[in-house]
């Protein structure tokens, strides 16, 4: 599991942090929609129905700031949020498997695609993935994608009360153990849970790392 400390005065920012304003800015379709690029930005990406606006809710304790839903391919676009006038929060639209049709999936697949490879002030994508499964291919594509960008990513399991210890420790052994051959991928990762309130101090104090 995540090795990474934080000392008690950053967990404590990191909580001041996400206890402040936290407001949805603009939702994006295309990329000539994006907000100007002044404040740094991280990204939740993940499969369809990973849990990305859960966890969002849950690190900032709002139930409602980001949608959520059993039919996967509710996200539609790029989510922006302010989060206190720091740092750009970004709930992508879930990749892989959607009810939708082809053409709209491409779509929102090549929307995300091309917002990282390009968008300079994007410093970290957090990669969710769902502890009950692992990675799937479209995860390691997406890895690979960035690899070859160079931009940075984080590996954060969700859902980690719906398995048991043992199956949490294998998971995520092998999750590292593939993390070795990426390039741009951070070497270890964290666990949470936004239903048992697991790991969401240290997802905070992370994301606070990357803010102005």
């Known amino acids: 599991m995540m090795t990474e400390e934080f000392s008690a005065n950053e967990l404590e920012e990191a909580r001041k942090l996400f206890a402040g304003p936290c407001d949805f800015m603009l939702g994006v379709a295309g ?51 302010n989060l206190g006038d720091r740092i750009y929060m970004v709930d992508m639209p879930g990749y892989g498997y ?39 291919d479209s995860d390691i594509e997406l890895m690979k994608m960035l690899d070859e960008t160079a931009v940075q990513y984080r590996i954060i399991l969700t859902k980690t009360d719906k398995i048991k210890t043992q199956q949490l420790e294998k998971v995520t052994a092998d999750i590292i153990k593939t993390l070795k051959t990426h390039a741009a991928g951070y070497p270890d990762v964290l666990a949470t849970s936004a239903h048992k309130d697991q790991g969401l101090k240290e997802f905070r104090a992370v994301i606070a790392s990357y803010a102005v």
């Open 31 to 81: 990329l000539g929609q994006l907000p100007s690029a002044d404040m740094s930005e991280i990204a939740f990406a993940g499969r369809s129905n990973v849990g990305k606006s859960s966890l969002v809710n849950a690190l900032t304790n709002r139930n409602t700031l980001a949608k959520t839903s059993h039919t996967p391919g509710r996200t539609q676009q790029l989510n922006f949020f």
């Open 98 to 136: 959607a009810k939708v049709s082809k053409e709209k999936r491409d779509d929102w697949t090549q929307l995300i695609f091309d917002y990282l490879r390009g968008r300079p002030t994007l410093r970290c994508v957090f990669i969710l993935i769902d502890s009950r499964h692992g990675f799937k």
